[in-house]
């Protein structure tokens, strides 16, 4: 054993400076010792001293702790975005923290914007469709490490003049012929038509799946293969909300319409025997005489659409740039229980009387289909625009396919081709 006297002694408070430099970072903990044994002669823990779990390791002398990082926060749209599309939800993300409250409000005032907030509680996302042309502020709040931050951000919405809406020529719970076109005319050109054609559903009428064909930029009709099914509904719907049609135009709405195919009716007018045969449902529901357009105005052949009808319609000599004097001028008059076939001038009506004596035998009009009272009334009163018309035997061609709704002349196989001529 050692004997007592050499045993080593307690630990002098001053080293040489030697040693010092020596033992480096665990001079610290003798130094501490050292005022231990000064301060606590019983040897218990001074205020000074490390608690229970905590690092027995202190920083070098004028070293700072590092602060806690703030919170990091990303919002969608940017802050001074514009054209934002209404219905892209906005989102506010906390990529590193927790986020607050977070408010979303029209600038000018009104009541906040819905939104839902993720579970983990870092994102939250709008639910509400925004309004177009209007300015927002979007007010966030975040905590992280015990701190907290807060922001503000501002964008509007897509601005009037890049707005988009649409029209459709069926009215909701209307009734029309079994051969309605659908005809959808947009405010502004569209660039992306497959997109537009792809939002557009059509149900019922027989579920007989047609085609779409564009007139024009702003123009689109659809038929479907073959008429409308009689006494059946028939659904349309256009989902044009927020869609990109093309050039920053966005559409502003949805459409939707609901309507119903009635009876079958068709008529069959022929020149040879100067004859409109009315059809009901498949069965022949009257004969009458008539007459066509006269050789210097024949009337156009091929299936034509009833587009509008009236008791009576004013017929004026200066819509087909007739002028007094002209072979072919008349006087303006009140043609009665008219149904019109081409947005051009072609009409079924009550011929005028000078012309009675020949309905069945010759052809004086300007292409009208003329006849006499009774067949007039009938037409008028029995059919609806959707009905179909059928000219033969003139020798003319058709009418182009928009001048009415001449669309039942093209083949369904090339309906889709803007391109494709018939006999027009």
């Not at 001074?80 to 000018?108: F, I, K, Q």
């Not at 020529?169 to 038509?193: C, M, R």
């Amino acid at each position: 054993m050692m004997p007592l006297s050499s045993r080593p002694g307690p630990v002098p408070c001053g080293l040489p400076a030697r040693r010092l430099i020596a033992l480096g970072a665990v001079t610290v903990l003798l130094a501490t010792g050292c005022a231990q044994a000064a301060g606590n002669s019983a040897g218990e823990p001074s205020a000074a001293s490390p608690t229970a779990g905590s690092s027995a390791t202190a920083a070098p002398t004028g070293t700072e702790l590092p602060a806690a990082a703030p919170a990091e926060v990303s919002v969608t749209p940017v802050d001074a975005a514009v054209e934002h599309n209404p219905v892209d939800p906005v989102v506010v993300r906390a990529d590193h923290g927790e986020l607050g409250e977070v408010v979303l409000v029209p600038a000018a005032g009104g009541e906040p914007v819905p939104g839902e907030r993720s579970a983990d509680g870092r994102t939250w996302t709008s639910t509400g469709v925004l309004a177009f042309d209007t300015a927002y502020a979007l007010h966030w709040g975040a905590t992280a490490g015990g701190s907290t931050s807060a922001g503000t951000s501002t964008f509007s919405t897509v601005s009037a003049a890049h707005e988009v809406d649409a029209r459709i020529n069926v009215a909701e719970d209307g009734v029309y012929g079994t051969g309605q076109i659908l005809q959808l005319s947009f405010s502004e050109p569209v660039l992306h038509k497959d997109e537009v054609e792809r939002a557009i559903t059509v149900q019922g009428g027989g579920d007989r799946a047609g085609a779409f064909r564009w007139y024009s930029d702003t123009v689109l009709r659809y038929r479907p293969a073959e008429t409308w099914a009689p006494h059946s509904e028939v659904s349309v719907s256009l989902d044009l909300l927020g869609l990109d049609i093309g050039n920053g135009m966005v559409g502003n709405h949805d459409l939707h319409r609901s309507f119903s195919i009635g009876a079958e009716h068709y008529a069959r007018v022929d020149n040879a025997t100067k004859t409109l045969t009315a059809y009901v449902d498949g069965e022949v529901a009257g004969r009458f005489p008539v007459t066509l357009g006269n050789p210097d105005w024949p009337s156009t052949t091929g299936r034509k659409v009833i587009m509008e009808q009236a008791p009576t319609y004013l017929f004026k000599a200066d819509s087909l740039d007739l002028q007094p004097g002209d072979a072919h001028w008349y006087e303006t008059f009140w043609a009665s229980n008219v149904s019109r076939l081409t947005a051009s001038g072609e009409f079924v009506h009550q011929a005028l009387p000078s012309a009675m004596p020949v309905l069945g035998e010759a052809n004086v009009s300007h292409g009208c289909v003329g006849m006499s009272p009774e067949g007039a009334k009938f037409i008028h009163d029995v059919f609806r625009p959707g009905d179909v018309v059928e000219v033969v035997g003139t020798g003319y061609p058709q009418a182009d396919p928009d001048d009415g709704y001449g669309d039942w002349n093209i083949p369904l196989e090339h309906y889709a081709d803007e391109s494709w001529r018939g006999n027009w």
